[in-house]
């Protein structure tokens, strides 16, 4: 991989905890469950892309094969649990459920987007009024965002998005709303977003759109990416899937999807783990020991971990056990000390003995 990107992932796997209860998760945060007694689904099993800049990649795949996953990695949504994500430049994601704060109305969500942009109150001020020309929603634009419809939710996340002068564009199923005059408004300024030499990622089911305005398409399938490169070439190997695909006796795709869905709760991260490494080993010429290093720091160096660490665990553990120590110390009237060199005096409370005493204790 070159070092001439926009975007970059490498090896990025995203696993899901299936939990069952609320009281399973709490339980699995401080890590008091065994790993294997939650089910766990890999939405995404090791991807590696780059995205130059001014390019517009289009991510094409079947329902649930992982295609908003990465692209909300990609604009920080949600981390990675594997993997290596560099995104150079300010990213605006469009998406059916994303962006928005359905508490604040609309006139409010461009504020928050403006300021979370690194935008001044001026300079939102100044594309204040374009971004309500653009959505086209009228008086609701003062109304909370709960009350849109979803095309027009879709609508002035759009105008938003591209109005707050991203670097990098993400368009999730954004144009899949809205009649369409909107949707050629949208087209429009998407083409203009290429001229300006932006870089694009563009997530569809529209084989037709994704054709029309992307370079390159990434084919995400059930967690994995099946092929990348030139937009015909890639589109048309889709189309010939799907079409085989709908060919098959409806058990026959059951079947298959459930063996896809199978193979993304078996995933194992540690065997997909040693497998890059010694592809490290072999590529790079690299001694098995430093393979395995410099891959475990591409896979971890820059994940926070989601669940509690056996070290915060016992500091957390401690730190309660000073806690109560105190507070023993306190309700027995006993001296530190006193408490330290003989802790049965603990439980054993000083009582007032004098009148003044019983007085003070009233
Ligand atoms: N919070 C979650 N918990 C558990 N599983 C999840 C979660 N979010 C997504 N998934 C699963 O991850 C997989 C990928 O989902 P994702 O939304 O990325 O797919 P997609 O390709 O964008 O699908 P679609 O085309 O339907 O939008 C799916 O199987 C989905 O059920």
Known sequence: MSEDYKIKVENVTKEYDLYRSKSEKLTSFFNLTRHDSVPHFWSLKGISFEVKQGEALGLIGVN????STISNIISGIIPQTTGFVDVRG????????AGLKWSLTGLENIRLKGLMQGLTF???AAVRDD???FADIGDFIDQPVKDYSSGMRSRLGFAIAVHINPDILIIDEALSVGDDTFYQKCLDKIQQFKKEGKTIIFVSHSLKQVEMLCDRVAWIHFGDLRQIGDTKEVVS????FSSDFK???AKERDEYQKGKKQIQLNFDVNAYEKEVAQQKA???SLTDREAKRQTHKLFYGEVLPSKMTTTSKWLILAAVIVMIFFAMVTISGHSITKSISDP????HPVYPKSQSDKQHFK
């Open 64 to 67: 649930g094969s992982g295609k």
């Open 90 to 97: 300010d990213t605006s994601i469009v998406a059916i459920s």
């Open 122 to 124: 001026d300079e939102i």
């Open 131 to 133: 971004i309500i020309d």
């Open 237 to 240: 190997a889709y189309r010939k």
């Open 247 to 249: 060919k098959k006796t």
């Open 282 to 284: 072999n590529d790079m």
């Open 344 to 347: 049965s005096s603990l439980v």
